[in-house]
């Protein structure tokens, strides 16, 4: 099975701060995404990369912006955190079948 | 883009009994329409998928249905347990596309 691994599961930042939420997964796979999960608005796509140092927007790029220097890793960088920014994020890889981290409860206040 | 209604949003049953939810999509070149399970403290899981080319699949307790002229998919779950208490996501993809569009998702409760 696919291990998909998420630097942080809790995390409080201030307004304006630079975050950096880290993915790894350890199977390989070309396609890696990121989520964000909100009550009664499911997942939504952030950024999508099918290669190292290739990316895609989602559905709600705005605020965000990601890097892929490594084809196990894809981090989701918050330039400068905003409170409607608190939110679950979810990594996974894969294709069809996608394969998901446990998620980081972020708290921007 | 695709858009994807999942209903209801919330799901209680009592064990034993089955369990359905419906999803709709809007973009008739769509696909590929999996079915995810959330439990608590962890990412989604895929549980069943299907593609456009089958009407029904079915897994043991969990089986989907696909209706493309109406644009709308189905999971159906029988003999409900407590460990089916999760929340579900449906999904839609279009051919060679790995981006999903999900539902807002369905919070499910077995009552034992």
């Known amino acids: 099975d696919v291990k998909v691994t998420q630097s942080s599961r809790y995390l409080v930042k201030r307004t304006g701060e630079k975050v950096f939420l880290e993915c790894v997964q350890d199977m390989d796979h070309e396609n890696m995404f990121w989520y964000r999960q909100d009550p009664g608005l499911g997942l939504r796509l952030i950024y999508f990369s099918y290669d190292v140092k290739m990316k895609e927007k989602g559905d709600i790029p705005e605020g965000y912006s990601v890097s892929r220097e490594k084809k196990e890793r894809f981090s989701l960088i918050l330039e400068s955190a905003s409170t409607n920014q608190t939110s679950m994020y979810l990594c996974?890889?894969?294709?069809?079948?996608?394969?998901f981290g446990p998620g980081t409860r972020l708290t921007v206040t | 883009g695709e858009n994807v209604e999942q209903h209801p949003s919330t799901l209680s049953v009592q064990e034993g009994d089955s369990a359905v939810i419906k999803c709709t999509y809007s973009?008739?070149?769509?696909?590929?329409f999996p079915w995810y399970k959330q439990e608590l403290g962890k990412g989604p899981q895929l549980i069943i998928d299907?593609?456009?080319?089958?009407g029904e699949k079915k897994d043991q307790r969990i089986a989907v249905t696909l209706n493309k002229t109406a644009k709308h998919f189905s999971l159906h779950i029988t003999e409900t347990q407590p460990e089916d208490s999760a929340v579900y996501f449906c999904a839609a993809s279009r051919h060679g596309d790995y981006k999903l569009s999900f539902g807002a998702g369905t919070t499910v409760t077995v009552r034992a």
């Open positions: 299907i593609r456009s080319n089958v």
């Open positions: 996974a890889a894969g294709d069809y079948e996608q394969y």
């Open positions: 973009d008739s070149a769509s696909n590929y």
